[in-house]
């Protein structure tokens, strides 16, 4: 209930300042914070390429906004909550920074988020999977862009359902994001008239999995489920595949993969696993124009985060330059009131608990036959519409939300 | 060059040298104090109390790693140990003043620290390095499967709260004299310790455990009252920290917390009283101006180098090395 | 079927089994690091980044130019060995006599600039490496599906581990080993190189460590961090089995390898931190392990 107050308060106040400090550009400089994994475990789906992406969209605005600098400033976050909230609240309290973007680990995510709630700045999250940041950790000064774990859970696990993968086993990564995952995927398989018939909660990080696959493969279930991320996930297939999980007839669906995994992986040991994907850089022309030009300053093919962070910094610019205005809560309307339609999302739109929802896609990856080339990866299989894919309001914990 | 020296004049000698020695080191806490109670006029304070924080954490490890020789390679369990505590009761318990919840930390964090010590003191060299290190691990493991921790995404929100229900600590600069206080106290609580009787009984335990046994002290019981003091100071640097941030989390339970502490300790001069306060004020800026600047990639592996280099070359550290230079050119 | 605390026999059997596996692997580990501290009296916090290293260099160098499997397996612990009596000859000898904690310190250091600079080239994602053709595939034991490469990997751990033991406890070269790193000055007396026998040995305990690396190559995910969180499990185990102590290591790895996987078994969230607790009640009624000498 303080927490109500506070937010009635605090909408109050940027109701306030909105008319008083509306159109106007603070010191006459847009000052971006760039905040991620730039040397850990996350370090390969957002980190040092995420900062590219964020460049190139200010590149493409055209480098000002009504006539006002951008600037971009950026810190490796070193997946710590401390060493985050240290930077991000000298960036918003000192040097004036007004949108912090890249956003990778949740408990980073979170924690900044509670910052920037306290000196009313905007926050993109565009790398964190945890659904509960716009969920019981939501808050006016922020937005969660690319994806969360409700539409992993949703797409592939519905998916999977659906072609007769009826009993689930499942492996989870042992913290929050892994029980959250779990949650979600037992719920939509249970809603699918499947059964979830055992699982294994496993330590996180963990490089063995041979005693999990095992288990897996002694429960006879008809689907191996992976909650789990990152390494985690990679070496779980490494070990199916050796262990021969899939020539047993066990299909194997993993809940949460980024391209970089994928393509250490290969198409020879990841062919035929299903996932849910925010985007894919071979989905149309567009995609395939910007991935090259991205390509081009990288040397690698983006990410969904990456791509995430180049179209929401450019929603970000495009709401200053239409309210002529840095305020976060300004340009945090203007943002909602505008349908995202671009290189990356279809659909797109902000709800008023920070999501941003958009039609997301269930891809299975390519058989070595099928792929031509090291990034030649995903088939896309089927749509699924945004309006489906993120939890709905009528759930939701968030005190934003009229419920 | 043969005359014979009259033990009297050694003796006098040894104590102008001393007198001049407490007259420089009163000199430069002057100066510091100063120096730290100007200091939010020109750096940001949260910033500022990251370091005091972190400093306490190194001041506690020094006591027992530098005063006492017992290398500890789970400090980290009682930073957490404190943070989590301090956290929990100030954001679930909202009637309850935040210095109380500071108190609380604390003993949690001493509590622990009895335990461990109860479990550890009678090992020897490595072999205590390594039962600290396992208990921390335990601790980390069941910080990580507690729902109140929070789990990988951390404890956020922890309200500062006032202090005795008078002083706002939502305030950065009340919240940083707060800080400093606690600090100040803690580092003359130190000094204090190292200048008694116990504290040289712990030395003589660091330079010879066997001399000091065959002396008749009960040598364990100087090392568990001496452990759980600094297991205490750790606690109250790891509440303090989670006022200051709002926040606990893993990071603070990790052995890469215990290693780094270390590393602060060394860096700035173990065995002497404000080497870990150096250290720490080192190795917290060099980490953040690292990862804000061009180099922000290379923050691991110049931290490494960082190790390295204290280890070849200034084993005494920032302060063992100044102190040597001024003993060599000023007397 | 048969049940044990609620688990099949059947399962129970595939679950040693792997333990046993994973035991070899930690024997081969925890054996360098024994080796190092027990003839160097020197704390390897470098362990990890060196087995790290192993799995590296066959991924990036040997995959890339196309020598096979055999040839990285004997080069590659090689290469990386002559690596670590490099870092022992310009850094590590540097510190020769101080207390135990300046190697720990130094080699901690060590492992943070190799595992960051090769994070900054490979990245974090994993680099792959292709199973040789010889072991695709494995074969069923009716109780569990035993791939053909798990069945190598035990082989050759406890090979290796037992060839290692035997130079060390029962050769002359091992005697000359022991002796010249107990007492130096008598041992350079007979005119034996001392300093050159300290870099040998530091470099041989970094082989078999870049050897578990190989062996690890194309079962798990090569990164640069791969290392850094087996090290201190590693730790755990020498420390259990007695610092020091040649055989303990090896018969410790295996056992703590049976335990964990008993623990994935029936209670798995607890599998990274059993070791801990084994190794808290060993040192509570061993003091120095449970091979070690007393100290």
Redesign the interface.
């Known amino acids: 209930m303080?927490m109500t107050k506070k937010l009635l308060t605090s909408a109050v106040a940027s109701a306030l300042m909105v008319g008083a400090a509306q159109a106007e550009i603070t010191d006459n400089t847009v000052k971006i914070g760039y905040l991620a994994d730039?040397?850990?475990?996350?370090?390969?789906?957002a980190g040092?390429n995420g900062l590219a992406a964020l460049e190139m969209a200010i590149k493409d605005f055209g480098g000002k906004v009504n006539g006002a600098k951008i600037e971009v400033?950026?810190?490796?976050?070193?997946?710590?909550?401390?060493?985050a909230?240290?930077?991000v609240?000298?960036w918003v309290?000192?040097d004036n920074v007004d949108m912090v973007a890249g956003l990778v680990a949740?408990?980073v995510s979170?924690?900044v988020s509670?910052i920037l709630e306290e000196n009313d700045k905007l926050g993109i999250v565009s790398g964190s999977a945890?659904s509960?940041i716009t969920n019981e950790?939501c808050t006016p000064n922020h937005i969660h862009y690319v994806y969360d774990t409700y539409p992993l859970a949703n797409g592939t696990a519905s998916a999977v359902v659906k072609e007769g993968g009826q009993s689930w086993y499942l492996l989870t990564a042992?913290?929050?994001?892994g029980?959250a995952l779990e949650g979600d995927v037992t719920r939509v398989v249970e809603e699918n008239g499947g059964e979830v018939i055992g699982k294994?909660?496993?330590?996180?990080?963990?490089?063995?999995f041979?005693?999990?696959i095992?288990?897996a493969?002694?429960s006879g279930a008809d689907v191996v489920g992976l909650a789990n991320a990152g390494?985690d996930t990679?070496?779980a297939i490494?070990?199916a595949s050796?262990?021969?999980v899939t020539q047993?007839g066990q299909t194997l669906a993993a809940l949460l993969l980024?391209l970089?995994?994928v393509?250490?992986?290969?198409a020879?040991?990841a062919q035929g696993i299903q996932l849910t994907t925010g985007w894919y850089w071979d989905m149309n022309d567009e995609t395939r124009e910007w991935s090259d030009r991205f390509m081009e300053e990288t040397g690698v093919r983006p990410t969904m985060v990456h791509a995430g962070i180049y179209s929401s910094t450019l929603q970000y610019l495009n709401a200053v330059a239409a309210t002529g205005s840095d305020n976060a809560q300004a340009v945090r309307e203007q943002m909602m009131d505008t349908p995202i339609n671009d290189m990356f999302a279809k659909n797109g739109r902000i709800r008023e608990d920070g999501r941003m929802v958009h039609d997301m896609y269930l891809a299975e990856v390519k058989t070595p036959a099928e792929s031509s080339s090291d990034w030649d990866l995903y088939k896309i299989l089927r749509t699924i519409p945004a309006d489906q894919a993120y939890r709905p309001l009528s759930e939701s914990k968030c005190d934003l939300v009229n419920n | 060059m043969n005359q014979p020296i009259k033990s009297t004049d050694i003796h006098q000698s040894i104590l102008d040298d001393q007198k001049s020695q407490d007259r420089r080191k009163m000199m430069i806490n002057g100066v510091l104090l100063l120096v730290l109670l100007a200091a939010p006029l020109a750096i940001y304070p949260v910033f500022l109390m990251k370091i005091l924080c972190f400093s306490l954490f190194a001041v506690a490890f020094n006591l027992l790693f530098g005063f006492t020789g017992l290398l500890s390679f789970g400090h980290a369990a009682f930073l957490a140990a404190g943070g989590y505590t301090t956290g929990y009761l100030l954001s679930n318990y909202s009637g309850l003043g935040t210095e109380m919840g500071i108190i609380a930390g604390t003993l949690v964090a001493t509590g622990l620290g009895l335990a461990f010590a109860l479990l550890s003191i009678r090992r020897q060299g490595i072999y205590f390095a390594m039962v600290t290190l396992a208990l921390a691990q335990l601790v980390f493991f069941f910080f990580v499967q507690s729902e109140f921790t929070g789990g990988e995404d951390g404890m956020h929100g922890i309200p500062r709260g006032e202090l005795f229900g008078l002083v706002s600590l939502e305030d950065n600069l009340n919240m940083y004299y707060f800080v400093l206080a606690v600090f100040i106290a803690c580092y003359l609580l130190v000094q204090r310790v190292v200048g008694s009787p116990f504290g040289q009984v712990l030395k003589a335990i660091k330079q010879n455990e066997p001399r000091a046994v065959s002396l008749g002290y009960n040598v364990d019981r100087y090392k568990i009252l001496a452990f759980v003091l600094s297991a205490a100071l750790a606690g109250l640097a790891g509440s303090m920290k989670s006022v200051v941030f709002q926040l606990a989390s893993l990071n603070d339970a990790h052995w890469h917390m215990s290693g780094e502490v270390i590393l602060m300790t060394l860096v700035g001069g173990m065995g002497t009283l404000l080497g870990p306060v150096v250290g720490a004020t080192f190795v917290v800026n060099v980490e953040y101006q690292l990862s804000q600047g061009p180099l922000r990639d290379w923050v691991d592996p110049i931290l490494g180098a960082i190790f390295v280099l204290t280890v070849l070359a200034f084993r005494s550290g920032i302060v063992g090395e100044i102190q040597k230079f001024m003993r060599r050119n000023l007397s | 079927m048969s049940m044990i605390f609620g688990v099949p026999l059947a399962v129970l059997s595939g679950q040693l089994l792997i333990g046993v596996i994973n035991g070899a692997f930690y024997a081969l580990l925890s054996l360098g690091l024994a080796v190092i501290f027990g003839l160097l009296k020197i704390i390897n916090f470098a362990h990890g980044a060196m087995y790290m290293l192993g799995a590296l260099v066959t991924v990036v160098l040997f995959d890339a130019l196309g020598i096979n499997y055999w040839v990285a397996l004997f080069l590659v612990p090689i290469i990386v060995g002559a690596f670590g009596m490099l870092i022992e000859y310009f850094l590590l000898r540097r510190i020769a006599g101080q207390d135990h904690i300046y190697s720990l310190l130094l080699t901690f250091g060590v492992a943070l600039i190799i595992q960051g600079v090769l994070t900054n080239i490979y990245g974090v994602s994993g680099l792959r490496y292709t199973m040789p053709d010889i072991f695709k595939g494995g074969v069923n034991l009716g109780f569990m599906f035993l791939p053909y490469y798990r069945a190598w990997v035990i082989v050759a751990a406890l090979l290796v581990c037992f060839g290692t033991w035997f130079i060390i406890e029962k050769t002359k070269l091992g005697s000359y080993l022991r002796a010249g790193t107990e007492d130096s000055q008598l041992m350079q007396g007979f005119g034996i190189n001392v300093p050159l026998l300290i870099s040998l040995t530091y470099g041989f305990g970094v082989m078999l460590a870049a050897f578990a690396g190989v062996l690890a190559a194309p079962i798990y995910s090569v990164t640069p961090v791969m290392g850094s969180s087996i090290l201190i499990v590693v730790f755990a185990v020498v420390v259990i089995g007695g610092m020091g102590s040649i055989g303990g290591a090896i018969i410790t790895g295996i056992l703590m390898g049976v335990v964990e996987g008993l623990t994935k078994t029936f209670y798995p969230p607890a599998s990274s931190a059993v070791i801990f607790l084994v190794m808290v009640v060993v040192l509570m009624f061993r003091p120095t392990g449970l091979f070690g000498k007393e100290a």
């Not at chain 1, 042992?174 to 994001?177: P, T, V």
């Not at chain 1, 393509?263 to 290969?266: I, S, T």
């Open positions: 303080t730039m040397s850990g475990t996350y370090r390969d789906l040092p400033v950026s810190a490796d976050d070193r997946n710590s909550p401390d060493a909230s240290s930077t609240r000298r309290e000192n949740s408990s979170i924690a509670k945890a509960s950790h042992d913290y929050a994001f029980h294994v909660r496993h330590p996180f990080p963990t490089q063995d041979s005693s999990f095992l288990q493969q002694a390494a990679t070496n490494n070990t050796e262990f021969g047993s980024f970089t995994d393509h250490a992986l290969g020879e040991t």
